[in-house]
């Protein structure tokens, strides 16, 4: 699953610096004040061992693509597969199987009310 929507980037739009707290707030899904907040307290309680890392991190990823998202629904369905996979595989088979379902009644209907078109199915089983 090593897509580009999967992959941890540098957020340049909404970035305050070189946009590595922007980039891991999307690709977690949490508001980046949150993460922001998070490298301060790790800041001053590792005595300035992240900051290294920051500017590391700042220099190794790649610039997140423009027009990686469609829109907002698709990023945030892109934020739950980097969540958790399970889960989202297990949401897009129970709606395939709600479709699947749907689509039979609709053929039942539809064969049903038409005598011809039953007849026709019947003779080809």
Known sequence: MNTPRTTLYRDKQNAKLMGVCSGIADYTGVNALWVRLGFLV???AGM?????????????LN?????????KQEEKYWQQ????????????RGKFRD???????????????NPRLNA????LR
Do not use: W
């Open 99 to 113: 479709i699947d379902r749907r689509l039979a009644e609709v053929e039942t209907f539809y064969v049903s009310s």
């Open 81 to 92: 597969v980097r969540q958790n996979p399970k889960r989202t595989v297990r949401e897009v």
């Open 120 to 123: 026709e199915i019947e003779r």
């Open 63 to 71: 610039k997140k693509p423009a027009h990686l998202y469609v829109d």
């Open 48 to 60: 300035g061992m992240i900051l290294p890392v920051y500017f590391i991190a700042g220099l190794l």
């Open 42 to 44: 790790l800041l001053f």
